[in-house]
């Protein structure tokens, strides 16, 4: 007998099979000659689905969605060079008499 290469099933596929294995019409057996995969398979595919089932509606305590995370120091860091170079320019700039005193 030869074996089979391995296949990748696509979620609305598992979906479909999971769901007909919960409704209970039919039994594994059936399922899996139907759609042409183990019934080890469908078994798990339905108590993942189950699991899963839950989190489709939310939960009660819902987290929050991760806020990026900005480096504080990094942003004070940029702000400092920028204010240095402002300062340093605007001197020169002085002094060469191409910047009026007052802005």
């Given at each position: 007998?030869?074996r089979?290469p391995?296949r990748?099933h696509?979620?609305?596929?598992?979906a479909?099979?999971?769901l007909?294995?919960?409704?209970?019409e039919?039994?594994l057996a059936?399922?899996?000659?139907?759609f042409d995969?183990?019934?080890n398979?469908?078994?798990?595919?339905?108590?993942?689905l189950?699991?899963?089932?839950a989190d489709?509606f939310?939960s009660?305590?819902?987290a929050?969605?991760p806020?990026s995370?900005?480096d504080?120091?990094t942003?004070?860091?940029?702000?400092g060079q920028?204010?240095?170079e402002?300062?340093?320019?605007?001197?020169?700039?002085?002094?060469a008499?191409?910047?009026?005193a007052?802005?």
């Amino acid at each position: 007998m030869t074996r089979r290469p391995r296949r990748n099933h696509t979620p609305v596929f598992k979906a479909k099979v999971a769901l007909a294995a919960i409704k209970g019409e039919k039994t594994l057996a059936e399922l899996a000659q139907q759609f042409d995969v183990h019934a080890n398979q469908i078994t798990q595919w339905r108590s993942q689905l189950l699991e899963g089932a839950a989190d489709v509606f939310g939960s009660e305590t819902r987290a929050e969605p991760p806020v990026s995370a900005v480096d504080v120091k990094t942003l004070h860091a940029k702000i400092g060079q920028l204010t240095l170079e402002d300062d340093f320019l605007e001197g020169a700039l002085s002094k060469a008499g191409l910047l009026s005193a007052k802005r």
